[in-house]
């Protein structure tokens, strides 16, 4: 159980394209499911939390016209990186909390999916 | 502000124990947890601290001393397989992680 999954697993695109990242909770609800981009050799960075149902909240210097994230669902974030540029080429993993406070799952637990890699040419 | 400072790397042999440590400062604590992640993958959770003492899971154990801002993580009967990066994170009222800048493990034959 408490698996995460994110589509596409990578993507290659042109410079000024849109990206749009899938991050789906497959056997649990998660209120809240958090965006992270990290560079190689890095640590993770977190860039939003998303809340289901209301606007994301950004992290400081993370432009939220550039990467606009949706929370439609329980189950579901997108996060697309718009007119992407070589320097946001990137593994971009996304986490989700589990919506239930006891039972198996911790509450504590961040639950992460297996990133997706973009490159921007 | 928020920040957490890890050893960069560590090299370590088959079967021998070796341990991580993580200080960290931070405006609000509710905390400590580890994940190990391997190159190209994604983090997976090893253990959580939110109170003083020593938290043991198989070969692994994670201490907590918030006094001192201070926790580890304990790696015993290390395997080939255990070469990975180990990133300590701190966890916020909201939930948030923040993570360190991660230490690389590399376990030697």
């Known amino acids: 159980g408490a698996v995460v999954s994110q589509h596409p697993s990578w993507v290659i695109c042109k410079s000024g394209t849109s990206v749009k990242i899938e991050c789906r909770s497959l056997?649990?609800?998660?209120?809240?499911m958090f965006w992270y981009r990290q560079f190689p050799k890095q640590s993770l960075m977190l860039m939003a939390t998303?809340?289901?149902?209301?606007?994301?909240?950004?992290e400081q210097g993370v432009e939220k016209d550039k990467f606009l994230i949706n929370h439609a669902s329980l189950t579901l974030s997108t996060l697309t990186v718009t007119s992407a540029h070589p320097e946001d080429s990137s593994f971009y993993i996304c986490?989700?909390?589990?919506?239930?406070?006891?039972?198996?799952?911790?509450?504590?637990?961040?639950?992460f999916g297996p990133g997706t890699r973009l490159t921007v040419l | 502000g928020q920040s957490l400072e890890q050893p960069s790397e560590v090299t370590a042999v088959e079967g021998a124990i070796v341990q991580i440590n993580c200080t960290y400062q931070?405006?609000?604590?509710?905390?400590l947890s580890w994940y190990q992640q391997h190159d190209g993958g994604a983090p997976t959770f090893l253990s959580y601290?939110?109170?003083?003492g020593l938290e043991e899971t198989g070969r692994f154990s994670s201490f907590l001393s918030r006094s001192d801002s201070y926790g580890y993580l304990l790696l015993q009967e290390l395997q080939m397989k255990d070469s990975a990066s180990y990133f300590c994170?701190?966890?916020?009222?909201?939930?948030?992680?923040?993570f360190g800048q991660g230490t690389e493990l590399s376990v030697k034959p």
């Open positions: 986490s989700a909390r589990d919506r239930t406070s006891g039972g198996v799952r911790s509450y504590n637990e961040q639950f």
């Open positions: 056997d649990f609800q998660a209120t809240t």
């Open positions: 998303s809340n289901e149902g209301s606007k994301a909240t950004y």
């Open positions: 931070t405006s609000g604590f509710y905390g």
């Open positions: 601290n939110a109170l003083d």
């Open positions: 994170a701190v966890r916020d009222q909201g939930g948030k992680l923040i």
